[in-house]
C-alpha cells in the first residue's frame, strides 16, 4: 500500500506540515488522517492448478488507506526543529493477517519516528520508510487514493508478483536516515536499518513496522539484517517544465540459521515531467534474491525481479484524468511470472479533502503456461481530515 510520499515535493516541505511551537511552549500536536473506499464491479477469472476451479467475487468494497496521522513538533531555542510523527493504522492490507490471528478490526502503529531538522539537513530515528522509498519517483496518480505503481485497490485473484517500483526491503522497520540540505536542486538520503521487523515463521513476507525492542537485543541469522540505502534525487525547473527525477541503491543480509541465504539488493530510477497540468512520469525497478518485498531467498534460485511503470495525468480545477500502466517480469530458475497492469481513470475534489473518482483496472497474469485476466470498474470515495 502506497504511503504518502517526499519523493514528488521537496522534503523540507514535511516541516510545514504544522506551524512550529514556541520554544517556551509544548511541541505543537495535530491530528489527521484519511480514509479511501468504493464500490467495485469485477470480472476475475476462475483458477484452477490442476485441482477444483475457484471463482472469486465479482463485487467488492475496498476500505483501504485507514490512517490516523498523528504529529507533534516545535522550534527549539536554538533553532533546531524537532518532532514526532505516528501513523495509526486500522487493520491490515494483506488477508495473511488472518491466518496469523491478527484479524481486520485492530489498530497498530505503521511508523512511528522521531526527527531533528536543522541547517545540516533532517535526522529521522524509528519505525519508518528509508531515503530510498521517500525520496523515490513514479507514474502519478490520478485516481483518488489509488495509482498503479504500489495500489491501494489491485482487483485480482492471485498475488504472486510485486506491483510497486519502491524500495521495500526494510520498509517500517526501526531505522536511522539522514537527509542533506537540498543544494541547487539536488539532495542525498542515507539510511541503515540493523533488522527487519517480520512476523515469526512467516519467511520474512509480512512486514511488521516499528518495533519497539527496547530491552532485548534481535538473535542473529533471523531475517535480514544490515539494510544499507543510499538515494539521490533532484527538483527543479526548467524552462517552466517542472523535473524530478532520482535515483536509488539498496543492500541487506539475508543470513538465516538454515543457511546462507543470499544478499537481497534492489535499485530502481524513476522520472517527473510536469507542464501546464501534464504530468508524464515513470520509473524503473530492479531486484535479486528477494522474494515479495521483504523475504531474502538463496542466490542459486536465480530469482531476480524487473518492473517498470508509465503514466500520464492531466489536472485542472477540480478535475484530474489519466492513464499509466505498470509491467512485472519475475524470474525463478526457469519459472517466469509476468504481471502486466492498466489503469484508466479520473478524480473530482469536492472540496475539503473530499474527493470522488472513477476507477477502471485490467490486470493480467501470466505463469507457467497458466494465464489469468481481471477486469474491474469502481467509484472511489477518498477523505481526507
Known sequence: MKKTLLGTTALIAAAALSVPAHASDP????????????????????????????????????????NIDIKAEGTLDNG???????????????????????????????????????DFGKFEIGGTDGAAYKMHYTSPW?????????????????MLVRHSTFSLLATDSNKVTYFTPRFSGFQLGLSFTPTVAVASGMSSNLALGPSENGLLLAPKDQGVSNVFEAALNYAGTFGGVDVGADVFYTKGSGDYLAGDQGDPKEWGLGLNLGYSGFTLGGAYYRSEDIYGSWG??????????TTWTAGLKYATGPW??????????????????KSKNWQVGGGYNLGSGVDLGLDLQSTKFEVAGYDYDSKSVGLVLAIAF
Open 27 to 66: 511541541l505543537k500536536v495535530t491530528i489527521g488522517g484519511n480514509v479511501v473506499t468504493g464500490f467495485y464491479a469485477v470480472d476475475a477469472d476462475s483458477i484452477s492448478l490442476g485441482g477444483p476451479s475457484v471463482s472469486f467475487q465479482d463485487t467488492k468494497v475496498p476500505l483501504v488507506a485507514r
Open 80 to 118: 533546531l526543529v524537532a518532532g514526532v510523527d505516528a501513523k495509526l493504522q486500522l487493520g491490515h492490507d494483506w488477508s495473511i493477517a488472518d491466518a496469523l490471528g491478527q484479524g481486520n478490526s485492530g489498530a497498530s502503529f505503521r511508523q512511528l519516528f522521531a526527527y531533528l531538522q536543522g
Open 142 to 158: 490520478f485516481v483518488p487514493g489509488n495509482g498503479v505503481d504500489s495500489p491501494n485497490i489491485l482487483n485480482v485473484p492471485i
Open 296 to 305: 531474502a531467498v538463496p542466490s542459486q534460485l536465480g530469482f531476480d525481479d
Open 320 to 337: 484530474t484524468v489519466g492513464v499509466a500502466y505498470l509491467d512485472t517480469d519475475q524470474n525463478v530458475n526457469i519459472v517466469d511470472m
